[in-house]
């Protein structure tokens, strides 16, 4: 199975990873392995492009649980919900390893060849910035320099301080006469 990627594709790409042929060692964002595994095929060739892993994660979705992985994509890569309730049934039913590709992973190619343990689940675009322009609030006409408000009452902590530091004087002071 091919899979053609548009020219700048935003998309995060999402694939399930059968048993078989193919052992993905696990890693996240947060997490790299030291040392690959010796039996673990390398991300490229599972996917048949030269992919940035540094933008892949592999991971089980036991290792998400009891977070589904439906919202794990909406909050790890701030995909909208309605855009995966398309493939909820899909996304909530993998168990199993599961391959997330980030834009970047993808960036520059035009498409991937995955070995035919991955499956593909689906390609969910994030969220759009909002950059649309805002009314800013009126300034003020009159510049001025801001002052802190000044308490009627700013003695009065100055003088509770004061006697708590008396009273662990005279404890002291009692005890070391005891002593």
């Known amino acids: 199975m091919t899979l053609t990627l ?14 078989g042929n193919v052992k993905l060692a696990h890693q996240t964002y947060l997490s790299r392995l030291d040392e690959t595994p010796v039996d673990a095929t390398p ?83 994030p969220a759009e910035a909002d950059s649309a322009p805002r009314e800013l609030p009126p300034a003020s006409r009159s510049p001025g320099v801001a002052t802190p408000a000044t308490s009627a009452d700013s003695g009065r902590p100055t003088r509770t301080i004061l006697w708590i530091v008396l009273g662990v004087l005279v404890v002291v002071i009692g005890l070391v006469v005891l002593l």
């Open 6 to 19: 548009a020219p700048r594709d935003p998309r995060v790409h999402v694939f399930s990873v059968s048993d």
């Open 43 to 125: 991300l490229q060739e599972a996917f048949g492009a030269a992919i940035d892993t540094t933008y892949a994660e592999v991971f089980s979705t036991a290792d998400i649980a009891p977070m589904r992985l439906r919202d794990y994509l909406a909050q790890a890569h701030d995909i909208p919900p309605e855009r995966l309730s398309a493939e909820a049934a899909r996304l909530d039913g993998l168990s199993g390893d599961v391959a997330v590709l980030a834009p970047r992973a993808v960036e520059g190619l035009s498409e991937l060849q995955p070995r035919p343990e991955l499956t593909h689940i689906g390609s969910f675009a």
